[in-house]
C-alpha cells in the first residue's frame, strides 16, 4: 500500500492544506460542502476528509460521517483530477470514480480544486476541456453559428431584402429599399425636398401627446380610415346625419375633431367648438392604427383600395399646395417615384398595416360599421340610410336622407370647398404660410380625375397585398374584403384575435429567438468553455441552495420534523 508520502497526489493535498491555512475562509463561501475522500489504492492512510462548510475550512486524514459527498478514486486518478487532465464525466463514464451524495458538490470541488492549482502549484497550465482538434471544430461551427446570426439579424430588420427579385417590379423595390441619405438624391433632390417638408409640417399638425387629456365617452364615433381613404367625406355624411343636414359650420373640423390633431394650436379649439354646439353623439376621425386610436368609443372603420388611397395621396402631396409649399412643382415627384419612396416604402407600408390593425381589433365585432369608399360612390343612398341607422336611435324621414345625399355629392361639395379645405386648423402653423404670411387652403374635395394606371403600381401594391395582409387575413385582394364586407354575417370571413408581432416574414419570432440563442450559446461555448461551464455550474448552485431553502419552509409550514425529510444539507452561502 502507498504511504502518505508516495501518494501521487500528495502535492495536491499539501497545496490544499496551505490554500485552507490562507484562504480557508474564502474557500468555504466558494463551496459549503464536507468531502470524504476515499483513495482505494492507499489504505486506511488513503482516506482524507475535506471540510469547507465550517469555519475556515481544514482537511484531515480520517472518515467524517457528516461528508455530504463520499468518493472512491484512485491516487493517480485524483491527481489527475486536481491537474484537469482527467474530467469527472470521463472518470464516472469508465468508472474510476464512484461518487455517493451530493452530485453538485462534485462540481464545486472541481473548481475548488482549479483554483488552489492556479494559485499554489509552481507548474500550473489551464486545463483543456477539449482537444486541440476538437476546439478547432468548435470554433469553425461557431463562425458559422455567427454567420447564422447575422443572416437571422438581416431577414429581421428588413423582411423584404431576402425576396427582392420575387416581389414587386424590380426598379421600384430598388427604391422602396434604398437608404435615406441615397433617397434623397433622386430626382434632383425633390424628395428631399418632400421630406423635409412633410416632417416639418406633420411635427406641427400632429404634435402627438399621448391620450392628448381627451376623455372619450361610449355614445362617441370614431371614423377610422387611412390618409386619403375618404374620412372627410365620410365626416360630412356622419354630421349631416346628426344635424338634419344642416351647414352652420365654417370649417368641418368644427363639427368633427380630428383626433390625430388635437396636440395641435388649434386641436383643442376643435374639440371644445363640437362641444359648445352640444352635438350629440360626438364624432371624431382618425388616421391613426387602432393601437393609437381613442378607445372605448364606437367606430366606423373606412376601408378603401390602396391603390386609390395611393393616387389620392399623390394628388395631396404632389400636385397641390402641399407641394408648392414645399418647392415643387406639378408632378415634380412622378406618382410612380412618390408609390415606391413613400407610400409602399419597405419601413412604412402604412395603408396596408392599417387595415390590418382594424381587422385585427373590429372585424367579429358586430358592434362596428365597417365601408368601404367604393360603396358610398355606387349607392351613396343605401349606405347613408344604413350609417343613419347605426349613428342615430331613430331613423330620419325620407326628406331629410334625401337632402343628406344631395348635399353629400361632389359637385355640392366642391361648391362648398371652403368647409373641406382644413384653413381654420391650418392657420397657426408655421409650416403653412404664404410668402405674404397669409395661410393657403388644403383643399380635401377635388373635381375627378382620370389616372392613366402604370401596370407596374397595379403590380406592386398587389404584392403587398399579398405579403402583408393576405397572410393575416385570407382576403386575397381588395376586391375580396370589400365583398367580405358587404356580407360580413358570412361565418367564413370571421376572425378571430389576431397577434401581428408574432411573425415576421411568415417565420414565427420565438424560432428565430430560438435560433439565435442557439447559435449564440454555441459560439460562447467554442471560445469560453471554462467560462461557460463556471456559469452553469454557479446557475445549479444557487438552483440548488434555493431547492433547499423552499423545502425547508414547506417543512416548517407544515409543522413537520426536518429530521424525516431526506435533504441534503449544506452551509453554502449565496
Known sequence: MAQPSDLLCQPLIDQTRRAIQEKGASLVRQAGFVYQL???????????????????????????????????????????????????????????????????????????????????????????????????????????????????????????????????????????????????????????????????????????????????????????????????????????????????????????????????????????????????????????????????????????????????????????????????????????LYASAFFARVNANDVWYHILSWYKCCWSDPQVAWVTYEDLLDDLSGQIRRLARFLLPNLPGSEILKKIVAQSSRDFMLQHQSKFDNHLLLEPLTAFKEKDGSTPRLPRVLPREEVEVDKRIVELCDVRWSRIVTPKTGFDSYAEMRAAIRARAAPSYGAGPLDLSSTVSGMPLSVIIFLLSVGLFAAAISFQPQLCRSVAIRLRILASAYYRWAMSQFSNSKKMDPDTVQTTRSGFVV
Open 38 to 336: 476515499n483513495l482505494r489504492d492507499g489504505g486506511p492512510q488513503g482516506n482524507f476528509t475535506l471540510d469547507l462548510r465550517h469555519g475556515s475550512g481544514s482537511l484531515q486524514q480520517g472518515v467524517d460521517p457528516r461528508a455530504d459527498v463520499t468518493f472512491h478514486i484512485l491516487d493517480a486518478d485524483l491527481a489527475a483530477l486536481g491537474k484537469g487532465t482527467l474530467s469527472v464525466s470521463n472518470a464516472l463514464r469508465h468508472g474510476r470514480l464512484d461518487i455517493k451524495g451530493d452530485q453538485l458538490a462534485t462540481q464545486v470541488l472541481m473548481e475548488v480544486l482549479e483554483r488552489i492549482q492556479r494559485e499554489y502549484s509552481p507548474d500550473y497550465e489551464p486545463p483543456k476541456i477539449i482537444s486541440d482538434d476538437s476546439a478547432r471544430r468548435w470554433r469553425i461551427g461557431a463562425v458559422l453559428c455567427f454567420l447564422l446570426v447575422v443572416v437571422l439579424c438581416i431577414i429581421i430588420v428588413n423582411p423584404f431584402e431576402v425576396s427582392r427579385g420575387s416581389g414587386g417590379p424590380r426598379e421600384m423595390e430598388i427604391v422602396a429599399h434604398m437608404s435615406e441619405s441615397n433617397l434623397q438624391k433622386l430626382g434632383n433632390g425633390v424628395v428631399k425636398k418632400l421630406q423635409k417638408f412633410t416632417t416639418m409640417a406633420f411635427k406641427q399638425l400632429f404634435p402627438w401627446k399621448e391620450s392628448m387629456g381627451f376623455e372619450s365617452k361610449p355614445s362617441d364615433v370614431l371614423i377610422a380610415g387611412s390618409m386619403g381613404s375618404g374620412t372627410t367625406w365620410l365626416s360630412h355624411i356622419l354630421h349631416g346625419l346628426r344635424v338634419d343636414g344642416s351647414l352652420d359650420f365654417e370649417d368641418l373640423n368644427q363639427v368633427v375633431t380630428w383626433y390625430d390633431v388635437l396636440g395641435s394650436k388649434k386641436g383643442p379649439e376643435m374639440l371644445a367648438s363640437q362641444e359648445r354646439m352640444e352635438l350629440e353623439p360626438r364624432i371624431l376621425k382618425s388616421h391613426h392604427v387602432h393601437a393609437a386610436a381613442v378607445a372605448n368609443v364606437r367606430y366606423v372603420v373606412l376601408m378603401r383600395d390602396p391603390q386609390e388611397v395611393l393616387f389620392a395621396q399623390h394628388r395631396l402631396f404632389c400636385n397641390g399646395t402641399w407641394a408648392r409649399l414645399a418647392g415643387l412643382k406639378p408632378n415634380d415627384v412622378p406618382v410612380g
